[in-house]
Structure formats: C-alpha cells, structure tokens
C-alpha cells in the first residue's frame, strides 16, 4: 500500500475517532444533561445495560467492563452519585459487594446516547449496498481486534 494510503487512513481514523466522542459529546450536552463529560456518559450506559439485562451491576464487573481500574470507576462514581446518576447500594449478602444502579435521569441520558448511537448506524446502513455494508463491518472488525491485541500488550 503507497505511503500515501497510509497517511489518508492514519488521518482519517484519527479525525473519526476525535469526531465521534466530541460530536456525541456536544449532542448530550445541547439538553439538561451537559454537566456530563464523554467518559461519564459511558459509564452510566454500561450500568444501565448491566441493569436492563441482568446483567453483572457490581462495581468490579463494570470496572472491567469498561476497562479501568477499580479506583478510576470509584472516583467516576463519587462524581456520578453526587450529579444525581448513579446509586450504590451493599449487597445484601456480601456486604464487601457493591452495586451500582442508575437513577431515572441516567435512564434517561442513556436513552438519548442509545438514539444517538442507533442515528449513525442507521446513517450508515441506509447509504451502503450489502456487500459495502459486509466489506466495511469487515474493517472494522479489523481495527477492533488492533484495539483489542494493543490493549493485551
């Protein structure tokens, strides 16, 4: 591949990925929830999801769910318990356990994110004959195992 192609992919990645966190970001914060940050807003999604499934809602689980650290989700947590978000509650068999459940505005922050995310795929699907729509869900299974295998080293 011409180094050319490279540096237009590199470029592209780079600008999509920065587009899509800033884009959803502002989208949220256009409404009563813009005292919430990107990464805050995907942490109530993962709790809600943990909840609307039945998911594992106990700290640990969504911490590495998520992919951080015990403390990092704790502060995220302290942060979104005071914001009125998130609710934690001691299991009532293990009390070492806990639990976190979202509150009625972090079901609702979690339904515009779901609407915004379902808008881009629809975006995409509707502009995309089936064999694009197979020949791009095949790239980016390919940038995701990259993401996957990086993060393991």
Do not use: W
Request: hydrophobic share 35%; charged share 25%.
């Amino acid at each position: 591949m011409p180094e050319d192609s490279y540096t237009q992919l590199n470029d592209f990645l780079v600008n999509l990925f920065n587009d899509i966190l800033r884009i959803e970001e502002h989208c949220l914060s256009s409404n009563e929830f813009k005292n919430l940050s990107i990464k805050e807003i995907h942490i109530i999604e993962a709790v809600c999801n943990a909840s609307q499934t039945g998911g594992d809602n106990r700290a640990s689980a969504i911490a590495e769910a998520l992919g951080v650290t015990a403390g990092t989700l704790t502060v995220a947590v302290n942060t979104l318990e005071r914001k009125g978000y998130l609710e934690r509650q001691r299991d009532s068999g293990d009390k070492r356990v806990v639990r976190l459940f979202p509150t009625q505005s972090a079901l609702e922050v979690n339904r515009i994110h779901s609407h915004f995310h379902h808008e881009m795929a629809a975006s995409i699907i509707e502009v995309l004959n089936p064999e694009e729509l197979v020949a791009l869900t095949r790239g980016l299974h390919s940038i995701q195992r990259y993401f996957k295998n990086k993060e393991k080293t």
